[in-house]
């Protein structure tokens, strides 16, 4: 058995009876907050009763799956979630009709998503994973847009004669940024700034490093 569905007068003893059935730690369990019953007057009188259901769960990759379902269904959006991993980094691949609201301006809403995945895998597993999200080959298309940014500031700073700087990008845009011009003794990348958003300044020379 691998789930059980209990109920306790507060969420936390619900949660205890249920790794007590199934006979594994609290940590351990992924649970859903199937009802909250409160009976008497406006709810004012009587007890309260909190129902889940409690999931034993495999592994970081299916939690964060799940978690990633979760937030989704809070948002109101329907989505399929399929999982890879190419390069020691786990990619979530998100099939969604409204693929605006997940992405957002820029992909501000991915990148944040993203975020809340891996800090919820890193408190309950203790693991850092390298992670990726992505909805509807988003990211493909994002960076076709920043290379051809990057360019063109490139081409505006060679002229200009002095460093032109980006908006604030975020890590994965800044990384294509300075791998463009890695091996490129004309112009010399480097980030600016603190934070997980920092501009890239782009230099008209060859002696300087890409800072990610």
């Known amino acids: 058995m691998d789930f059980v569905e209990v109920e306790g007068k507060t969420y936390e003893e619900a949660v205890k009876k249920a790794a007590a059935e199934l006979n594994v730690d609290a940590k351990d369990l992924d649970i859903e907050v199937k009802e909250v019953d409160t009976k008497g007057i406006l709810g004012l009188l009587g007890s309260k009763k909190v129902r889940v259901i409690a999931r034993l769960h495999s592994s970081p990759e299916e939690y964060g799956k799940k978690f990633l379902a979760d937030i989704a269904s809070f948002l109101g959006i329907s989505l399929d979630i399929t999982m890879s991993k190419a390069n020691e980094r786990l990619l979530f691949l998100i099939d969604a009709d409204d693929e605006e609201t997940i992405a957002g301006k820029d992909g501000e809403v991915l990148e944040a998503m993203q975020h809340l995945v ?76 603190e934070g997980h958003t920092k501009r890239v300044i782009i230099s008209p020379s060859g002696t300087g490093h890409a800072r990610f």
Not at 127 to 137: F, I, R, T
Not at 167 to 188: A, Q, V, W
């Open 118 to 193: 891996r800090l919820a895998i890193a408190k309950k597993f203790k693991e850092n994973l390298k992670l990726l999200l992505d909805v509807n080959n988003f990211r493909e298309k994002r960076k076709k847009t920043i290379m051809v940014m990057a360019r063109r500031l490139a081409d505006k700073a060679r002229k200009a004669g002095k460093p032109i700087k980006t908006k604030p990008l975020n890590p994965y845009e800044r990384r294509i940024i300075h791998t463009l011009f890695k091996n490129n003794r004309g112009i010399s990348t480097a980030s600016e700034g």
